[in-house]
């Protein structure tokens, strides 16, 4: 089955994107805070996890919906089931104040995923 997220699919998104606002790399990668080196290997692929951080500000300045580029990268999956969704609410329940917005929650639940994939003693 073919992947609906991954390196590949982050860059052919940040690529399409900056093409269809006539952006170059640079113009791109500047008010980003990363190289337009770096950029240019995101958008080929080769980088195999971007920082949340460094997809923050790529979908400010390109104006494409953070959790969106979290899911492309595979660190969010999209919710598909019922079961899922009633999951995810018990545990936004749980760990979040009700003065968070949906997709702040989100972002919060995208970083711990983050956390606990990359990061281990």
């Given at each position: 089955?073919?992947?609906?997220?991954?390196?590949?699919?982050?860059?052919?998104?940040?690529?399409?994107?900056?093409?269809?606002?006539?952006?170059?790399?640079?113009?791109?990668?500047k008010?980003?805070?990363?190289?337009?080196?770096?950029?240019?290997?995101?958008?080929?692929?080769?980088?195999?996890?971007?920082?949340?951080?460094?997809?923050?500000r790529?979908?400010e300045?390109?104006?494409?919906?953070?959790?969106?580029?979290?899911?492309?990268?595979?660190?969010?999956?999209p919710?598909?089931?019922?079961?899922?969704?009633?999951?995810?609410?018990?545990?936004?329940?749980?760990?979040?104040?009700?003065?968070?917005?949906?997709?702040?929650?989100?972002?919060?639940?995208?970083?711990?995923?983050?956390?606990?994939?990359?990061?281990?003693?």
């Open positions: 089955m073919k992947n609906d997220f991954g390196p590949k699919k982050l860059g052919d998104k940040l690529k399409s994107v900056r093409h269809s606002k006539n952006l170059s790399l640079h113009a791109v990668a008010p980003s805070k990363i190289s337009a080196t770096y950029l240019q290997k995101l958008e080929n692929g080769i980088v195999k996890n971007p920082s949340p951080r460094v997809l923050q790529l979908s300045v390109l104006s494409v919906p953070y959790m969106r580029l979290m899911e492309l990268v595979g660190y969010v999956l919710i598909h089931t019922q079961n899922d969704k009633n999951n995810q609410n018990n545990l936004n329940e749980t760990l979040f104040e009700d003065d968070l917005t949906e997709e702040e929650r989100r972002a919060v639940a995208a970083f711990i995923h983050y956390l606990k994939k990359n990061v281990r003693n």
